[in-house]
């Protein structure tokens, strides 16, 4: 894997939110490397990189989503909570 670094840190850096499927897909298709997730996400490790995924989606920063969110929170302020239901999936 240290001969594809690079790629593997182009990757990351194209897409913050890449995931470690996507990067096996790549380095498989791309480069014909053959990888599992598990022997990537330790070879990342031992070099210092943690993707982790958050509750914070990235594009919920981009303007445009933005103005949507805020338009949907803004239309909630009239709820009635004696109106709301809620279900347990059990």
């Known amino acids: 894997m240290d001969a594809h ?3 593997v840190v182009a990757l990351i850096n194209e897409r913050r939110d ?3 499927d996507e990067m096996v897909e790549r ?3 791309e480069r014909q490397v053959k990888i ?3 022997a990537l996400g330790a070879w990342l490790r031992g070099r210092g990189w943690t993707l982790k995924k958050t509750a914070h989606a990235l ?3 981009r303007p445009d989503v933005l103005k ?3 338009a949907w929170f803004d239309g909630q302020l009239d709820l009635d909570p ?3 239901i809620f279900i347990d999936e059990r």
Request: proline letters at 0%.
């Open 5 to 7: 670094e690079e790629f």
């Open 27 to 29: 380095l498989s298709v």
């Open 36 to 38: 599992s997730r598990s």
């Open 82 to 84: 004696e109106k709301l």
């Open 59 to 61: 594009e919920q920063d």
């Open 18 to 20: 890449v995931t470690l």
């Open 68 to 70: 949507r969110r805020r």
